[in-house]
């Protein structure tokens, strides 16, 4: 049974390969559009690594869209040091022949919303939520027409990591991570403490770049660039490969544990700015909102990932 998801991305390396898995996965998949959001590089940068990634896939009936160009409250803060000046460094993808539709990201999404059966859509995020949150401030009637949003965001017992306290997609619209939390959509959460265990060990990049196709070659590249980094930061034998576990996670939910509990964001502390305060042990009394994934299976993950990306140009 297919799902149709709209996948809101700010492409990033990770970004780019989770976009991937789903357009190499039309049985699990109707991807209705992929819709840009500022956050590892700027819009209009995240916006053309999207159009270049849909056309590395060869699916390029799929409509791509700008959003927003800012977070709702603070300034836009990026991941150069991370993912390269242009956000997707590592393979040289060719210029885009496919363009953005004309529709603001914000408009497709709600209008998608109203136009579909409510409850059968599902909102794969992988960037700050600031397309979400001021689609449900244009129109809070969407809340009730979504089905789920599964994201890639938050970190607890693996603690942040562009602060002390925080995950990077949070960090950067803690505002709009606050409206989505409250929102009373169902939410799974993918955070750092799943993805930490999704890393990109060398034997695992030799193999995806064994395929041998444009896809497998590219993403090889890409990950060997956005790895070093996190290599070097965590002195792992790999990097935690983040935004494909939510991907991953709607195909082959059996990867990832996970438990159903209070995730509350900090929005008033400099110091904590953007930390997902997750009551993993049930000590308050606030209300469960969201599946906080707390582990991932590494080896069914990356062989999921490398018998998706084969059937890809
Ligand atoms: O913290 C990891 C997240 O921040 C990923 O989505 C990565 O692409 C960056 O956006
Ligand atoms: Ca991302």
Known sequence: MTRKIIIDTDPGQDDAVAILLALASPEDFDVLGIVAVAGNVSLPQNARNALKVVELSG?????????????????????????????????????????????????????????????????????????????????PRIASRIKEIVMMGGAYFEVGNITPAAEFNIYVDPEAADVVMRSGIPIVMAPLDATHMILTTHDRLEKIDAIGNKAGKAVAQMLAFSERFDLQKYGTKGAPLHDPCVIAYLIKPELFEGRHINVTIETASELTMGMTVADYWGVTGRVKNVTFLRSGHAEGFYQLLVERLARLP
């Open 59 to 139: 699916r390029t009936e799929v409509p791509v869209y700008a959003g927003c160009e800012r977070p709702m409250r603070r300034h836009l803060v990026t991941a150069e040091h991370v993912h390269g000046d242009t956000g997707l460094n590592g393979p040289g993808l060719p210029e885009p022949k496919i363009r953005l539709k004309k529709q603001h990201g914000v408009d497709f999404i709600v209008d998608t919303l109203l136009a579909h059966e409510p409850g059968t859509i599902t909102l794969c995020t992988l960037g700050p939520l600031t397309n979400i949150a001021m689609a449900l401030v244009k129109a």
